[in-house]
């Protein structure tokens, strides 16, 4: 009989210390760097009754006026789609406080002309998406351990790269060579980062060191093995994992090596063993948020989309897609570094330790896996759109990396 696995349903945990398992060599056929999935895919979204209520809830519409507001974003989202399987090229796009799609386009050009004809809102900006991206990927370079910086992250919205730094008088070479980019790049004070896992409540899927983490995606390796593509510090230093007392999965590969020094990204799976399964459905918890599966496959959701995520410690909770390409510090809770995090998500979904690898969907998509947040942020429990913040691993740039399959 096959176990049928809900990868919400499971808890998320990692303990930082004390993982000392031998990695076993990786299966796949190895893996590309990891770059941000430029793609547009068309989507046909499908939202719950309970789930545009709680959206409205939460953004003072109608549900009626909510529902509407989902679908214009979906037809927008199409409608960049058609234009650049037409050869069209944009240098960025997201979603505006009025709902509309806004692309970055030369004034003047081809690109800008055919998005009008769509309907689309155009922006000439001084930077642009992939010049902020060179920007982070230099500031990269400079992310040592000890730095008080949180994050370096492209704001597509502001046209800038945005530093968190965790001291007023962050003094680092990172801050002295980002001042170097003048306006391009703006300065913000947060707090230290943490990889959100625990090693209490909810179900789970267990290492054999004690430790557990919430459930990622379905996925296929190359050569046709059933896999879970998940958050890379779940799978550090494991070989085998566990559902219900059974075996349920063994080690495949990670991308993260806590404590190493080196820049890391927060990507892994694993193999699914003989009889296990993983299914798209998610969990909500007890919530009756009726929130959307990952059946319609894996999605690169616009910045400005709206999507959920669900895991052990806060059941259901919301948000937006606020950007990617995020390069992130996590720190253990001696302020220590952890690891240099790069090519993540960011949204304003709120997580708490035992949320990690967690799934974020939207509309049957399945976008991310919970990577970390905020130290000591608290969510409540289902508590849908709660103010929050959280990085998040993309599944198009996890899937890509490993050269993996979606289901």
Known sequence: ?????????LAGAFALSGLAVTQPTAVHAGPQAVKPSPEVKHIN????????KIMAKSSGRSEAAQRAHLEKQASQNNNLYDLKKDGYSYDGAFFDKDN????????????EKAAKKKGLKVRHVKNGESKLNS???SLNKELKNGDDVASVAPDIRKDRVVITV???NANSSLVKKAKKFGSAVEFTQGKRNEIHASAAGGDKISMESGGYCSAGFPATTRDGQKAMVWAGHCVE????????GS???THGDTAFTSYDGQPDYDIGYVVLAQGSDLSTDVNTYGSNAGISDSSRGDWKAPVGTD??????TSGVTCGQVTGYNASVTYSDEYGQSVAQVSGLGTSTVCTAAGDSGGAYTSGGYAVGMTSGGPAAQRCGFNGGYVDGQSYFQPVTDALNYYGLTFG
Request: charged fraction near 20%; include cysteine.
């Open 100 to 111: 509309k799609l806004v692309v970055q386009a030369p004034q003047g050009s081809k690109a």
């Open 166 to 168: 965790t001291e007023k």
């Open 45 to 52: 979204p499908s939202f719950s009754d309970e789930q545009v």
């Open 237 to 244: 230093n494991q070989q085998s994992f566990y559902a219900n």
């Open 135 to 137: 920007i982070v990927e």
């Open 1 to 9: 009989m096959k176990r049928k696995i809900l990868y919400t349903a």
């Open 247 to 249: 075996l349920f999965a």
């Open 307 to 312: 999507l959920c995520r669900t895991g052990a």
